[in-house]
């Protein structure tokens, strides 16, 4: 199909094949062949993102237990028979962990996990540590 460049094509997808389309000449409708996805990933690399992605959805459904656990009705201790009552206090302690641990996981969201390397960087610059080390070594 490379020699056919510039012409215009119908493409018709094939739902139970995920990496090919069929192209059709768009004047007469003749049959040009199959196109395929020519930048398909290799197995390892799907293998990755499969543990990533299973990894995210066990971090989520944790996240999610936890926040349906702290969102349960609290309700008053009896002695005897009465109607439920639902607890309105919260212990300072408990507000101030709970305070706590909302900031670290907003301050966790907003962490740089892969900082540039010094190579990444442009002519000119200097990271932290290489200025670090060259003032330690003079």
Same mark, same amino acid.
């Given at each position: 199909?490379?020699?056919?460049?510039?012409?215009? *094509?119908?493409?018709? $997808?094939?739902?139970?094949?995920?990496?090919? *389309?069929?192209? =059709?000449?768009? /004047?007469?409708?003749?049959?040009?062949?199959?196109? =395929? $996805?020519?930048?398909?990933?290799?197995?390892?690399?799907?293998?990755?993102?499969? /543990?990533?992605? +299973?990894?995210?959805?066990?971090?989520?459904?944790?996240?999610?237990?936890?926040?349906?656990?702290?969102?349960? #009705?609290?309700?008053?201790?009896?002695?005897?028979?009465?109607?439920?009552?639902?607890?309105? *206090? $919260? #212990?300072?302690?408990?507000?101030?962990?709970?305070?706590?641990? $909302?900031?670290?996981?907003?301050?966790?969201?907003? +962490?740089?996990?892969?900082?540039? /390397?010094?190579?990444?960087?442009?002519?000119?610059?200097?990271?932290?540590?290489?200025?670090? +080390?060259?003032?330690?070594? #003079?």
């Amino acid at each position: 199909m490379t020699d056919l460049a510039g012409i215009q *094509v119908k493409v018709r $997808l094939l739902p139970h094949y995920e990496d090919e *389309v069929e192209v =059709f000449d768009a /004047r007469d409708g003749h049959y040009l062949g199959s196109a =395929f $996805l020519s930048d398909r990933s290799n197995a390892e690399d799907r293998a990755d993102i499969q /543990r990533a992605r +299973a990894r995210t959805k066990k971090r989520t459904r944790a996240t999610q237990q936890k926040a349906a656990s702290t969102m349960k #009705a609290r309700y008053r201790p009896v002695t005897s028979a009465e109607p439920p009552r639902r607890m309105t *206090v $919260l #212990a300072a302690e408990e507000a101030n962990a709970e305070s706590r641990e $909302l900031n670290r996981d907003a301050m966790a969201a907003l +962490a740089i996990h892969d900082p540039p /390397r010094d190579e990444d960087l442009p002519a000119g610059w200097v990271s932290p540590l290489a200025r670090k +080390a060259r003032t330690e070594s #003079a």
